[in-house]
Every structure is written in structure tokens, then in C-alpha cells.
């Protein structure tokens, strides 16, 4: 792995005020994701490091701006964000750090200018969003928002322009992912008034919003009633988990869309995203006292075997296939 000065010199960012920008997105990036960034330096080419990170300074910032507060302040900053960006975008200049290795970004991948539009276009959607009623509104969601913000790093995995295929496939992982998100966070977006499983699910498995939060679920040694309300929660369960699976496995078929160089950090991702699938599922009920992490030694593993795969890739040793995610660590 390059040190970050030579990451930068590699990328050709040679200007010093620069370097120091993104040295600075380098920092909050690696706070806020320490996981996701340690993947990204150890697996990515160093050319492609510091524009995967000023995207994701830009959508961390973005979404910092509309996550708290009241929803009339949080439409009124995203507005604000909006016309600072687009500012921006037609002036080719800009007075904040997100936004110059955001614009510098750009001038390398022209392909990311689209998806800064449909994430910024999608935003409201996620300010305005505490639950869905149906499965119909969950999938507007990931449409809306949740893929947009995906893109805005996956269009640089691949090769130029995203083609159908490739943005399908994108889809395909980020509604899995989007669901694992949902499930494993369920303690922490009910006690914020959010919830992302549809309403009709609950209804399917005799649960209610309310519910999840009552006595039947949280407490221990329940019967009658509060018994049957825990047997639906880990159908409910079972129900999701079985379908989160089915979409990792079918993400793989992403590994085969981007560039070689670029497939063991793919593969990573959707790896450990099935690890965390399997802590949840293993959680059950305690979900709705927090989230399941995935097994520290088994990440590391799949980080170790990849980081390997990666090295192969570069010269740094006989080219071979890519490796398949051990049994152990499917979901």
C-alpha cells in the first residue's frame, strides 16, 4: 500500500493547496468510516483512492446537512447545499475543501457530474422519509436515493461511463444492502421515529409499528400474546434475511463488471456486507436493543485474502482468478 503522499503524487494531484484538501477529507473520511476507508486504501489502486474519497467526503457532508433537526430546516439546508454545488459545478470554483477535491475529482471522472445530480436530485426524498407504507414505497426509496448515493463511488469503480448492466447490478447489491441497513439499525431508527420496514410486512407477521418497541419483544420471559409477537418478529426475520441473501449472491455478478484491479475491493464489500447478515440474523430479537456487527476476525480474513488478490493484480506477483468468499463467511 502507497503512503499517502505518494497515493496523491500517483493520482497526479501535484498542486499544495490540494494535497492539503484532500489530506483533509482523507481525515473525516477515515473517522466517521474507518472500516470502509482501510478497505479503500488496502484494495484500491492508488490513482483511484483520493477521488473514491472526495466522493465520499461529498455525500458525508451532504447527508450531515439534512440529518438532524426539523424537516422545514433540513429542506431549507439542503436547498442552500444544492445551489452552493451547483455553484460550483458551473464555475469550476469553489471556497470549501469538500468541494474543490470534489471539482478536481470531476475534472479526472467527468462520468460522477451525473451522479452528483440524481444524489442531490434524490435527497429530499430521504429528508422527508420516517417509514413506508408497502414494498411499492421502499423500492421508490431505493430508486430515489439510495442507489444515486451508491453510484456516486460505484461510477468510479468501472470503466468510464456506467453501462445498463453495470448500474443494474448496482442496484441489485444497494437494495440488499439498503435492507440489511434497515434491519440491523432497527433499534437505533425507532428511537429517531423512523422505520424502514414496510408496514404491510409487519402487518404479514402480526407485528405493529408500536409493537416493536412493547414488552412482547424487549422483555424477557413473555407468553400468550407478547410470545406470538416474538415468533413473528423472527419470521419476519427469516423472511428478510433469506431475501437480503438471495441479492448479495446475485451482487456478485458485479465483480465480473468492473476492471481487474478494481474486483477484490468489489468482492470485499459484498463479502463483509454478508457477515454482517449473518450477525443480525444470529441477534434476533436483541436487534431492537442495537446492531449486529460482523465477526472481527472473519472481516479481517476476507480483508487479508483480498488485500493479497489485490497485490497478484499489481504486478507484485503471478496474475491469478479472483477469489470466492469462504464458506464460512457467506450469509
Known sequence: ?????KTLDQAGITDPALRRDYSEQRQLVAH???AEYTAV??????????????ATAFMHHSDDLIDQGPVDERIAALADWESRVHAALKSGEADEPVLRTLLDTLARRPQLR?????????APLEVRTTGFASERDFQHYVDG???PAFLLIACLLGDGAPT????????????????LDFLNDLAEDLAAGRLGLPEELLTRHGLTRSGLTGSGLTGSGSTGKSSTAVD?????????????????????GLVDLVPAHNRPFVRALITIQGLTLRAAARKGTALLHGSARPQLAAALRV???EYAAARRGRGTGPVVGGTAPRADEKA
Not at 500500500?1 to 503522499?5: K, N
Not at 448492466?165 to 435492507?179: D, H, K, L, N, W
Open 303 to 305: 480483508l487479508v485474502r
Open 232 to 252: 413473528g418478529f423472527r419470521a419476519l426475520l427469516g423472511e428478510q434475511a433469506r431475501q437480503i441473501r438471495a441479492g448479495l449472491v446475485a451482487s456478485y
Open 145 to 147: 436515493y439510495s442507489l
Open 32 to 34: 466517521y468510516a474507518r
Open 1 to 5: 500500500m502507497a503512503t499517502w503522499p
Open 164 to 179: 445498463a448492466p453495470y448500474v443494474a447490478g448496482c442496484r441489485t447489491f444497494i437494495e440488499a444492502s439498503q435492507r
Open 41 to 54: 486504501r488496502l484494495l484500491l489502486p492508488a490513482p483511484l483512492v483520493p477521488d473514491i474519497i472526495a
Open 114 to 122: 451525473q451522479y452528483v445530480e440524481d444524489f442531490l436530485a434524490g
